[in-house]
């Protein structure tokens, strides 16, 4: 019987956050974490590549979102309940936003921790992993 760790070699997809909408870039990057896009894809194994997001500050939403979609956290305490506007979201933490939205198109399972951790989310051009992308890329 075959064992279901396999050994692939995984590759890195960049996205730019100017030349997409923040719902469209993350669901073409969860289908990138899960390996759907590969021929070996499996539902149960994690072989899923790399996600490297860049310009994070400059993520575009389609109509009145940033004003109207809201962020809810919840102490657990009485009263504690804490809403932000995406707007605010952006403004504190952009990298936040979407990771919370890739997050959130994942299966909720337990192979979900390790395919946020190959999610990698920059607020600018600037990354220090090029080199890395060009070796296992080419």
């Known amino acids: ?12 997809y960049l996205f730019d956050c100017d030349d997409f909408i923040l719902g469209r870039m993350s669901t073409r990057a969860a289908v990138i974490l899960q390996g759907k896009h590969r ?5 149960n194994d994690d072989r899923g590549d790399f ?5 994070s500050d400059k993520v575009r939403v389609t109509g009145n979102k940033k004003d109207q979609k809201m962020y ?4 657990g305490y009485p009263g504690g309940i804490t809403s932000r506007t995406l707007k605010n979201k952006i ?3 952009s990298r936040e936003v979407i990771s919370a ?8 399972n337990k192979l979900r921790d390790r395919m946020m951790r190959r999610l990698l989310v920059f607020k ?3 990354h220090g992993i090029k080199e890395k992308m060009e ?3 080419n």
């Open 1 to 12: 019987m075959k064992s279901t760790k396999s050994k692939t070699a995984r590759k890195y």
């Open 39 to 43: 021929p070996d894809y499996l539902p």
């Open 51 to 55: 996600v490297v997001v860049i310009n």
């Open 72 to 75: 809810h956290s919840f102490s």
């Open 91 to 93: 403004e504190r933490d």
């Open 101 to 108: 939205s890739v997050y959130g198109m994942l299966p909720k």
């Open 124 to 126: 600018d051009a600037e």
């Open 135 to 137: 070796a296992v890329n």
